[in-house]
């Protein structure tokens, strides 16, 4: 995909994000633009405080027919997604890019807490997960998981998640607001009733009547199952009526609750007796006083003028939920107004009186309007009160009147909804409608229209600089490719002057003359030096040269790096001028446009060399590559055919010719069951060896790997390589006469060293001479079982390696084999144990199975350090003969074991132990054992050991030729 494509891409995430504000549907809006832009995954993992948790939904397919499945990965477990949330940039993952979401003005210091982290207690790695999101610095917002990101895609990613965490700082705006437009909807509308019951219970002049609206509406319009309302009478508490579900309950003289104000614990008596309300849990009431209650129980004392008249109880009943404390409040304040007209109704006070206390219970009402964070307006009719942020946006006093409002707020008076600026701030103000009040709410959205703004600029921006890719790539070569940018970026930043620099290259173009040697000291040279944007608002002689050579007042410097590739671009102005911070923030885009578009061109510069290069490498190569149909028609042949095999590499494009056909008729077999393996494992190299015949008539041992590419739209093929084998079987062959020579020549002193310290061995020597002589014939034992596995590789490759088997007791070979180790165990200080047990009869050959076993214990004593542990133990289990060796090293790596059994194999803890082998001993027990048709096995745990075991059949298998 070309820069052009790239940048479409990116906005068309843009626009993705920014069509909704709701978080769950700018999620969506990303994951379905992501598949649609060949992302074979991608997920969106937000953090979430209350929990804890990256909680996300993942995005499968392609296009709009993706499936998407919600996860929750815990903040404190460890893993990938949870490392790249607490990351500085971007993590690459195999094929997955994990980009960490991060909101403005990051400081990053929970990404190295060790380094940055200057709170106290302070974080480390592995406690970050716990302290660093309670942090105010804290501004990691969640993970951005793509997988299989298409390679073009992939410059674009870091500026994709800075968009993300954009469009969910617009979604948190939106949420916050509507959290907070919610909340206050629901407490108007629980303030309309507070305020409509209180009309009707003021209306009242009987008790009875009083309580009764009082209960029936705390039942039916605030929902409680059970209210119960008792009075005081000569310092004794009486009930007085219950209303349960829809019928009322009247109580009057012959209630059960007949309670001493002063003394009795019942909580009723407790609320009137302390002037408190009290929310009590069900397992906390007296005996029999909580059955059929709901999980809390509120008791709210019925006062007037703090004389206390009576109580009210209440609660959601069985199953139902606890009494929250809104709902309290709401209580709290209708049983005031109760109060009120018990007092009223009482005393019969005056229609005036009453009204004054309606009044102060407005007044109560409005003050907890004050502490909201958006501004309020209520109006009752055509007068109100407003709070304090309703009041600074519309520069009002607390008491509002209808003609002081802005016109502008006629549609939301209404109940409608609409937007505004106010005093230079934006406002979304949203109006309703309950009875006779009318409420306005404006919540202040500044920010959110501020970066809404900032978001349509940047569109706008990076629209022109895709224009621009898109018109300077159709040019050819760099240069020309440079001077489509600089004019086309004169045109973007109004410029007057514009010169790019290449390093390396020099100036690629300048729009006016310049030197051969640009001046000294040059803005240029020190924008590359520092790697940042520069924006110089005056220009000095001592700053920049070129400036007072072409008459400059003011300047733009962007340096780009792509790899090494590296330079800058200045664009000049003859006149002052002043430079926003975000004119500057844009030059680092222009910064990343210049790298990819001249490093693209570079690159098709170079390839097209790369191009030649590979020609001359093809014509001129001794190996022969041919790229076949599925049938095996020839559809490419290198050069290099003409000289190895004779032929016309362009013979296959005058006729069709198949490939196979210049195979030896003995071989085509061979050649035909490769090809059809390579037909059947698309992707996967396979490898044979067969003779191709010359165009003189020739066969020639040849080599060739073959690869299924039929599915590779830019091969097509199955490509073949050939190889001639001529060189590589003499070398085989001299170097076969090179070992069994040299191990001839070998093995005569080995005898006579070996013979001579057994016979040392036998005169009775002090200790430290025998463990001398003991340690002499160690290392023969080792030198000669290396000449025997040199030999032994030679005739396995040669196919003349034999093992001559015989009915043994391997028991006393092997207690001797022990015997010339333990001198070296004792110098190693390494404790060697031996558990050979009473084995049975096998068919072997002895010395080879010694051949076996020494082997393994000379590579267990060379890993094992001092202080470690090696057994060697045998027996016999069923039909089988089991021979193990065991040690305490340092284990071998699991990516290993596949090649362990294979020629020249060492493991890599091998060579950093400075252990001296040529690789052959496991090769060549491997060989050994299956000759005698056992099996080999290897059970290792890194860091803590190995142990080798040898299953050999009592009766092994007697193949033809062997012994």
């Known amino acids: 995909m070309r820069l052009a494509g790239q940048l479409a891409v990116l906005a068309r995430f843009q626009r993705a994000l920014l069509k909704d504000l709701e978080p769950v549907q700018i999620l969506r809006n990303l994951l379905e633009v992501a598949t649609e832009e060949g992302v074979e995954r991608a997920a969106l993992f937000l953090y979430h405080p209350s929990t804890r948790e990256l909680v996300g939904e993942v995005a499968s397919g392609r296009g709009r027919h993706y499936t998407v499945s919600a996860i929750a990965l815990p903040l404190y477990s460890k893993g990938p997604v949870q490392e790249a949330f607490f990351a500085e940039g971007p993590v690459k993952r195999g094929e997955e890019w994990l980009l960490p979401v991060v909101g403005e003005e990051a400081l990053f210091c929970w990404s190295d807490p060790e380094a940055r982290c200057q709170e106290r207690p302070r974080a480390t790695r592995e406690t970050r997960a716990m302290v660093c999101p309670s942090c105010f610095r804290f501004a990691a917002k969640g993970v951005l998981s793509l997988e299989g990101v298409p390679q073009a895609l992939q410059p674009t990613l870091p500026l994709l998640a800075q968009l993300t965490a954009l469009a969910l700082k617009n979604g948190e705006l939106l949420a916050s607001r509507n959290a907070a437009l919610g909340k206050l909807s629901r407490h108007v509308e629980a303030l309309s009733h507070v305020s409509a019951l209180a009309r009707e219970v003021a209306r009242s002049l009987e008790p009875s009547a009083v309580l009764e609206t009082l209960a029936r509406a705390l039942s039916e319009r605030f929902g409680f199952f059970r209210v119960t309302v008792a009075l005081v009478k000569e310092g004794r508490l009486e009930g007085h009526l219950t209303v349960r579900g829809q019928e009322v309950y009247w109580t009057e003289g012959r209630s059960r609750i007949q309670l001493l104000v002063e003394v009795s614990p019942d909580p009723l008596a407790r609320a009137v007796r302390e002037r408190k309300t009290l929310v009590l849990e069900r397992e906390k009431l007296p005996a029999g006083v909580g059955q059929g209650t709901g999980p809390t129980v509120a008791y709210v004392p019925i006062l007037a003028e703090e004389e206390p008249l009576g109580v009210v109880a ?54 907890v309007l004050e502490d909201l964070p958006d501004g309020v307006v209520v109006l009752f009719g055509d007068r109100g009160f407003a709070n304090p942020r309703a009041r600074e946006a519309l520069g009002l006093g607390p008491e509002v009147a209808l003609e002081d409002l ?50 349509r600029e940047q569109v706008v921006f990076t629209q022109a600089l895709v224009d621009l890719a898109q018109a300077a790539l159709r040019e050819k070569g760099i240069r020309g490719l440079a001077e489509a940018i600089v004019r086309r970026l004169l045109v973007l930043f109004a410029a007057d002057e514009g010169v790019l620099l290449a390093g390396g290259e020099g100036v690629l173009f300048a729009t006016c003359p310049l030197p051969a040697s640009l001046p000294q ?33 003011s300047a733009l410097v962007v340096p780009f790096r792509a790899g090494v590739f590296r330079g800058g671009l200045l664009l000049g102005y003859r006149k002052g001028r002043r430079f926003g911070e ?198 023969a034992f080792r030198l000669k079982t290396m000449v025997d596995n040199l030999l032994d590789t030679s005739r396995l ?86 021979l193990e060796v065991e040690d305490t090293g ?27 082998g040529t690789g052959l001993g496991l090769y060549i027990s491997k060989a050994i054992v299956e000759a005698h048709g056992g099996r080999i096995e290897v059970e290792t745990e890194e860091g803590k050991g190995s142990l080798f075991r040898v299953i050999l059949p009592l009766y092994g298998p007697h193949p033809a030729g062997g012994g």
Request: aromatic share 4%; proline share 6%; with cysteine.
């Open 890 to 916: 340092p284990g071998i790596p699991k990516e290993e074991l596949p090649k362990l059994f294979q020629r020249y194999a060492r493991a890599k803890n091998a060579g950093a132990r400075g252990v001296s």
């Open 314 to 367: 209440v609660d959601h009943g069985p199953g139902g939920p606890p009494v929250n404390p809104e709902e309290v409040g709401y209580v709290e304040l209708l049983a005031g107004v109760a109060g009120v007209a018990l007092k009223n109704a009482k005393l019969y006070r005056e229609k005036t009186q009453l009204s004054l206390a309606l009044a102060a219970e407005r007044k109560r009402l409005s003050q």
């Open 406 to 455: 802005p016109t502008a707020l006629g549609p939301a008076l209404e109940g409608g909804r609409l937007e505004l600026a106010l005093g230079g701030r934006s406002y979304s103000v949203r109006g309703r409608v309950v009875g006779e009040m009318r409420i306005l709410v404006l919540h202040d959205i500044s920010e959110r229209v501020r970066m809404e703004r900032a978001l």
């Open 582 to 779: 975000r004119l500057l923030a844009r030059l680092a885009q222009v910064g990343t446009l210049l790298a990819l578009v001249l490093e693209k061109a570079r690159f098709l510069e170079l390839l097209e060399a790369e191009e030649e290069r590979l020609k001359a490498l093809m014509e001129h190569s001794q190996d022969v590559v041919y790229v076949l149909d599925g049938n095996g028609t020839i559809r490419f042949v290198s050069a290099s055919v003409r000289g190895v095999l004779g032929y016309d590499p362009e013979g296959y494009r005058r006729a069709p010719v198949n490939g196979l056909d210049f195979v030896h008729p003995e071989d085509r077999p061979l050649a035909e069951a490769l090809f059809r393996e390579l037909l059947a494992h698309p992707g996967e190299v396979r490898a044979g060896e067969f003779r191709v015949l010359h165009a003189d008539g020739t066969p020639i041992p040849m080599e060739a790997w073959g690869r299924n590419l039929l599915h590779e739209p830019r091969v097509g093929g199955v490509v073949v390589n050939l190889r001639d084998l001529r060189p590589r079987l003499e070398a085989e062959r001299l170097k076969g006469e090179f070992i069994a020579a040299v191990s001839h020549e070998l093995r005569t002193p080995l005898a006579v060293i070996m013979g001579l310290a057994e016979l040392l061995r036998e005169e009775g020597l002090s200790p430290s001479a025998e463990e001398s002589v003991e340690l002499i014939l160690e290392s």
């Open 797 to 882: 490759e040669a196919g003349r390696f034999e093992v001559n088997r015989r009915p043994v007791n391997l028991g006393p070979h092997l207690l001797d084999l022990a015997k010339s180790f333990q001198g070296v165990a004792r110098l190693s200080g390494v404790d060697f144990r031996v558990e050979v047990e009473e084995l049975p009869v096998v068919e072997a050959d002895p010395e080879r199975m010694v051949q076996v076993v020494g082997n393994l214990l000379s590579n267990a004593f060379k890993f094992t350090p001092q202080g470690g542990r090696i057994r060697l133990g045998a027996r016999g289990e069923g039909d089988a003969l089991v």
């Open 521 to 553: 000291p040059n803005l240029l040279e020190r924008a590359l030096a520092e790697e940042s944007p520069l924006g110089v608002e005056e220009l000095h002689p001592r700053e920049c040269g070129i400036a007072t050579s072409l008459g400059l007042q």
